[in-house]
């Protein structure tokens, strides 16, 4: 077994926290479109839209997937009442 340098690992860690770092922070901005649509700022649709156009261009669908997408905007929005 390859024995890992302490620069490596530490690569290896950065690259991993900081794409999860998208995946937060889209969820984060799920829950600010939510917000949004509970004042009566945004409707649903549009939330939808505009954080569906984020995970594209971000290449969130491409590396979670679109059902996994579709699940955090449906619980960011979905919070709106």
């Given amino acids: 077994m390859k024995q890992v ?4 690992m530490l690569q290896m860690d950065f690259n ?3 794409a999860n770092a ?4 889209f969820e984060n901005q799920a829950y600010r479109a939510g917000g949004l649509v509970c004042l009566g700022l945004l409707d649903r649709a549009e939330a939808a839209d505009l954080l569906h156009e984020a995970a594209i ?3 969130l669908i491409f ?3 679109q ?3 579709q699940r955090i905007m449906a619980q960011g929005i979905g919070g709106a009442t």
């Fill in 57 to 59: 261009y971000n290449g």
């Fill in 16 to 18: 991993v926290a900081i």
């Fill in 63 to 65: 590396e979670y997937g």
């Fill in 5 to 8: 340098s302490i620069p490596e």
């Fill in 67 to 69: 059902d996994r997408i």
């Fill in 22 to 25: 998208k995946i937060v922070e």
